[in-house]
T-cell receptor, first 113, second 116 residues
Framework: QKEVEQNSGPLSVPEGAIASLNCTYSDRGSQSFFWYRQYSGKSPELIMFIYSNGDKEDGRFTAQLNKASQYVSLLIRDSQPSDSATYLCAVNVPGYNTDKLIFGTGTRLQVFP | EAGVAQSPRYKIIEKRQSVAFWCNPISGHATLYWYQQILGQGPKLLIQFQNNGVVDDSQLPKDRFSAERLKGVDSTLKIQPAKLEDSAVYLC??????????????FGPGTRLTVL
């Protein structure tokens, strides 16, 4: 089982709709979860992080965490064509010397006008 | 605040040649990371420095890859000799503290390496 799993997509949604991106992880010791956006040919850019169970909202973005189900999601409301990118889920995994981030393969989102 | 700087942005070499990448982290960030991102995959951690010491290099192919972070600031990642499968984007990231689950990593623009 991969440590962090995402559906590679593409996920296609019309402009103005809600895009829902999902991620599951395997390490129950993980305490923090990050969503990065990566435009084609660019480097990952942090969108949000979440530590506690429940929802965290930031503008049009909402991160949801359910530690019991080992599931984290990102909702994008009022999707815009400029949101078209790959969304990487990253999970903090405790290690012997230090924690490290494990990334999923990313979900490609396409928002069409 | 200036972001993470990397150079070069692009590099094309032939297999068995050597190559080096440079990274300058965000000022004041103690932790520096090198990631490899192969097309269609997420970034994979190669090595993590806390100040100028290595805290994780478990996924670094040490027979051909080496990295150093002198004086706890800039870092260099070297590949010698390069193989075709090393073609990827090499991302440098930095964070304030490292090793804490609340720490946030910020990425540089990356170096796209093509090995022919």
């Amino acid at each position: 089982q991969k440590e962090v799993e995402q559906n590679s997509g593409p996920l296609s949604v019309p402009e103005g709709a809600i895009a829902s991106l999902n991620c599951t992880y395997s390490d129950r010791g993980s305490q923090s979860f990050f969503w990065y956006r990566q435009y084609s040919g660019k480097s990952p850019e942090l969108i949000m992080f979440i530590y506690s169970n429940g929802d965290k909202e930031d503008g049009r973005f909402t991160a949801q965490l359910n530690k019991a189900s080992q599931y984290v999601s990102l909702l994008i409301r009022d999707s815009q064509p400029s949101d078209s990118a790959t969304y990487l889920c990253a999970v903090n995994v405790p290690g012997y010397n230090t924690d490290k981030l494990i990334f999923g393969t990313g979900t490609r989102l396409q928002v069409f006008p | 605040e200036a972001g993470v700087a990397q150079s070069p942005r692009y590099k094309i070499i032939e297999k068995r040649q050597s190559v080096a990448f440079w990274c300058n982290p965000i000022s004041g960030h103690a932790t520096l990371y090198w990631y490899q991102q192969i097309l269609g995959q997420g970034p994979k951690l190669l090595i993590q420095f806390q100040n100028n010491g290595v805290v994780d290099d478990s996924q670094l192919p040490k027979d051909r890859f080496s990295a150093e972070r002198l004086k706890g600031v800039d870092s260099t990642l070297k590949i010698q000799p390069a193989k075709l499968e090393d073609s990827a984007v090499y991302l440098c990231a930095s964070s304030k503290a490292g090793g804490l689950h609340t720490d946030t990593q910020y990425f540089g623009p990356g170096t796209r390496l093509t090995v022919l």
